[in-house]
């Protein structure tokens, strides 16, 4: 702490810089230190919004490192345009902190612009306010109109499909838990076991492949039977999920079979896509042209029910469980 | 309270109807429920987005009334629309809680609905989350590219206007501080003499006249001397402020003088507009065709200082302080 700063100082200071690089982006035509920035949307595009945020103690322990919290809370929101298919134009942070704290503050930043300069999204607006420490991120996107991939649309009949691998950032946060229930040191956010968890992913350049492609798509958020009961219920339909062929994280082979199972279904903040491919789409056309793996793992079927399946296709008793802030605390 | 509730519950308890009914609003082609909110921009204009957070013990008291604070939220934000003359488009709301208190989220969102329902904004996207509460907004609005109003642009020899009166927030905010340290009961929301502290308006119809008439403005929400600094750093001149002429709000006479006239140079949260009108443009006309009244309240000048002078022209020992939430609670 060097003394009281501004608010305009602390935005200016760890923020604007980016900003103004930002503007050399051709969409951005004022960022930030107005009133509120502007952006240019392409004609024939519809402008894509979402916000999330963070909470210490709901989202993110006090001791999260500050550089991967900036990614994460970025990262989050560009899964949510990944979902929909849309490329990032903007995004505006606030920011809310019980004090001003160099070191953490120059971590977030550092965290928060290296992975807005790698997706090409510019930081156009800022907030900063005094209480108790959250974030919250919105983010701006734009896609050719209509052709957004919302989370209705799914029929039966359709490839249940997901990028990527499951359970590794939960994984990750159970022994990270149990790390601090040993009161074990700060956390390591370089150890690559906990890359999910501290530096996950956002598919935007498969979720632009989808575009015209997948029927419906949603993001692993909340867990894979979660969101795909959101994906579902907008759909109008139900699904069969194979559970020997979801794609786990290596991470869950360290932990109990139970355990890893819970995880790979129901455990949260993997930000892979989840989607509905029509049976004309080839899917080895989509894999060849993306960086993540794609696996089928189930069908949209008849009906509203979500049912997992073992290897005879029996019914596994699988908790239907996501994140839910309100029904108590993970 | 009725046991746990989720999140989407709570989203789509108290502020999913009116989305609906904002589907019928051109602008708006998904609202909430998916991963994000689709919304139409003008071809020919530009996008325009600013964020807002209200911290619990930093911008409003415990029990600041919650249909007050959706207001407050959703006014606060879209005066920076105003300030910009952008039209709305639409609005995300990012809402943190310690429980979930069906009085208090009753009250909140009518308070911010029927608000939105007035300026014709449309609830696109929610979030909820656990933790200290406070309340982030973030606006969307458009504008004919090239029109917006930058804080830049203002001119030596530009009259210096100032839209309806000063101080009023302010000064309820001091009474009701008084009311507080003795004891006194819930603040009354409804005390005509507390509008512009609970109720405050944003000038969007004003915005909206000043495009291609103001060369800059900005919104009065940090105080006048804070505000019109922003504008003379932005636009590199400086200003003088005549201090007989300030359109003081009615309350400040309750109050010493010596107060009062720091509350209207310096009160924030007034939600006014100020603005840079240059030689050839008639204020009357202006002042006839939006329903605030405005005033000129001194000029633009070579230089970088702001000066506050008396009926003599002698310059006046102000404080400039606005509000800065990291140099102090208010």
Redesign the interface.
């Known amino acids: 702490m060097s003394g009281?700063?501004?608010?305009f100082d602390?935005i200016q200071r760890y923020f604007a810089e980016p900003a103004a690089a930002g503007s050399a982006m051709s969409c951005v035509?004022?960022g930030i230190?107005?009133?509120?920035?502007?952006?240019?949307?392409e004609?024939g595009h519809?402008?894509?919004?979402?916000?999330?945020?963070l909470?210490?103690?709901?989202?993110f322990f006090p001791d999260h490192p500050s550089a991967s919290l900036g990614h994460k809370a970025l990262a989050a929101n560009l899964s949510?345009?990944a979902?929909?298919g849309?490329d990032p134009?903007?995004v505006?942070?606030?920011l809310?902190l019980p004090q001003?704290d160099h070191a953490w503050l120059a971590g977030f930043s550092e965290g928060f612009l290296t992975l807005a300069e790698a997706a090409g999204v510019a930081l156009?607006?800022?907030?900063?306010?005094?209480?108790?420490r959250?974030i919250?991120v919105?983010?701006?996107?734009q896609?050719p109109?209509g052709q957004?991939l919302?989370?209705?649309g799914a029929r039966p009949g359709d490839r249940l499909v997901v990028s990527g691998t499951l359970g590794g950032a939960a994984a990750g946060l159970a022994m990270e838990g149990e790390r601090r229930d040993r009161g074990g040191p700060i956390p390591d956010s370089a150890d690559p076991g906990l890359t999910r968890l501290f530096w996950p992913e956002a598919r935007l350049g498969l979720g632009r492949m989808l575009r015209n492609r997948a029927r419906a798509?949603?993001?692993v958020s909340d867990g894979l039977l979660a969101d795909l009961g959101h994906l579902c219920a907008?759909s109008g339909c139900g699904a069969r999920v194979d559970w020997p062929v979801i794609p786990r994280d290596p991470l869950l082979g360290r932990l109990p079979d139970t355990q890893a199972r819970q995880l790979a279904l129901a455990g949260g903040e993997d930000y892979e896509l989840l989607f509905a491919l029509p049976p004309g789409e080839s899917l080895d056309l989509l894999a060849f042209s993306v960086d993540s793996a794609l696996t089928v793992i189930g069908e949209f079927v008849e009906g509203n029910a979500v049912e997992v399946v073992d290897e005879n296709g029996m019914r596994l008793d699988a908790e239907h469980v996501g994140h839910?802030?309100?029904?108590?605390?993970k």
Do not use: Y
């Open positions: 009281p700063e501004s608010e602390l035509r004022l230190g107005d009133d509120a920035a502007l952006l240019g949307v004609s519809e402008l894509v919004v979402s916000v999330d945020t909470v210490e103690g709901t989202h949510d345009l979902a929909m849309a134009l903007g505006v942070l606030s809310t001003v156009v607006g800022g907030d900063t306010n005094r209480g108790p959250s919250s919105t983010v701006l996107g896609v109109a957004a919302r989370r209705s798509a949603i993001d907008a839910d802030h309100f029904a108590g605390l």
